[in-house]
T-cell receptor
Framework: KAGVTQTPRYLIKTRGQQVTLSCSPI?????VSWYQQTPGQGLQFLFEYFSETQRNKGNFPGRFSGRQFSNSRSEMNVSTLELGDSALYLC????????????????FGPGTRLTVL | LAKTTQPISMDSYEGQEVNITCSHNNIATNDYITWYQQFPSQGPRFIIQGYKTKVTNEVASLFIPADRKSSTLSLPRVSLSDTAVYYC??????????????FGKGTKLSVIP
């Protein structure tokens, strides 16, 4: 079974631009979560989607948004990029057997490394 | 302030047992405690998950006291390949009616030959 895939793997943008990252979950997984990882703040939860609906959200500004499609694939968008948005963005999927991301084994993709100049 | 706390780093010799503790005040009543392992340039990988008391699988054990304000990941007989960063993940209730999914800052385990 193929793992979680994320595209692109690397991205360079300039301040003020916007960016869209894509995540394809493991086949059969209906929950997709996004995380930001930086050396200073560590792993931070962005949001979780299940059945095309945002089920949970972390403490990030509205510039960070996401969506999920009917095939469970997900995208996240960051508008008006700032230097501090430079990070590794990780996507994770789960079978969602127990109804919440914190109850389920999550499978992470390799991440998208975003650099904002 | 609801948060999780882990040691920043730990060293261990091969073959020893390693215990990594995560403290988490205000843990959400029904949430599980989950531990992940991360190698450089890879996404985190699930190790073990539990709600209370003790859970054991083929790679680790997880000890959770009755008050659930901490948890301890136990790695038996570590090898060089266990050198990685270990994270705890919990759901916290920082305030009335609010919920916050939170990773610890991670513990960098270095296994020495």
């Amino acid at each position: 079974k193929a793992g979680v895939t994320q595209t692109p793997r690397y991205l360079i943008k300039t301040r003020g631009q916007q960016v869209t990252l894509s995540c394809s979950p493991i086949s059969g997984h209906r929950s997709v979560s996004w995380y930001q990882q930086t050396p200073g703040q560590g792993l931070q939860f962005l949001f979780e989607y299940f059945s095309e609906t945002q089920r949970n959200k972390g403490n990030f500004p509205g510039r960070f948004s996401g969506r999920q499609f009917s095939n469970s694939r997900s995208e996240m968008n960051v508008s008006t990029l700032e230097l501090g948005d430079s990070a590794l963005y990780l996507c994770a999927s789960s079978l969602d057997l127990l109804g919440s991301v914190s109850y389920n084994e999550q499978f992470f993709g390799p991440g998208t490394r975003l650099t904002v100049l | 302030l609801a948060k999780t706390t882990q040691p920043i780093s730990m060293d261990s010799y091969e073959g020893q047992e390693v215990n990594i503790t995560c403290s988490h005040n205000n843990i959400a009543t029904n949430d599980y405690i989950t531990w992940y392992q991360q190698f450089p340039s890879q996404g985190p990988r699930f190790i073990i998950q539990g709600y209370k008391t003790k859970v054991t699988n083929e790679v680790a054990s997880l000890f959770i006291p009755a008050d659930r304000k901490s948890s301890t990941l136990s790695l038996p007989r570590v090898s060089l390949s266990d050198t990685a960063v270990y994270y705890c993940l919990v759901g916290l209730n920082p305030g009335a009616g609010s919920y916050q999914l939170t990773f610890g800052k991670g513990t960098k385990l270095s296994v020495i030959p």
